[in-house]
């Protein structure tokens, strides 16, 4: 059982960067890939980042490449985005996950456990 809480959101104007944090519990959080998700209110979830158990393994969006990077400190149970040249189109609700994605990273529901999300708005 993870149990995953972020931080880290708010209001922030375009350009801008925010880093947001996503804090598990359970002593098995470095077993587990680690994946951000975002919601735009009218709009699916969609897949931000994921992370590998060791950090190695990286993927992102088209969407945000390039301006967002995802990382992780397994001694700290923390995983977090880090969010630069932000735009309006960034604004959602951001959701950690974990979980042992096997076919496809991009895939929400390969993840067994979400936070309850953080909001970012990016004002023009």
């Known amino acids: 059982q993870v149990q995953l809480v972020e931080s880290g959101g708010g209001l922030v104007q375009a350009g801008g960067s925010v880093r947001l944090s996503c804090a598990a519990s359970?002593?098995?959080?470095?077993?587990?890939?680690m994946g951000w998700f975002r919601q735009a209110p009218g709009k699916e979830r969609e897949f931000v980042a994921a992370?590998?158990?060791?950090?190695?393994?990286?993927y992102y969006a088209n969407s945000v490449k390039g301006r967002f990077t995802i990382s992780r400190d397994n001694a700290r149970n923390t995983v977090y985005l880090q969010m630069n040249s932000l735009k309006p189109e960034d604004t959602a609700v951001y959701y950690c996950a974990a979980g042992f994605p096997r076919r496809s990273w991009p895939d929400p529901t390969e993840y067994d456990y979400w936070g309850q999300g953080t909001q970012v708005t990016v004002s023009s």
């Open positions: 992370i590998s158990w060791s950090g190695h393994v990286l």
């Open positions: 359970g002593r098995t959080f470095s077993s587990y890939a």
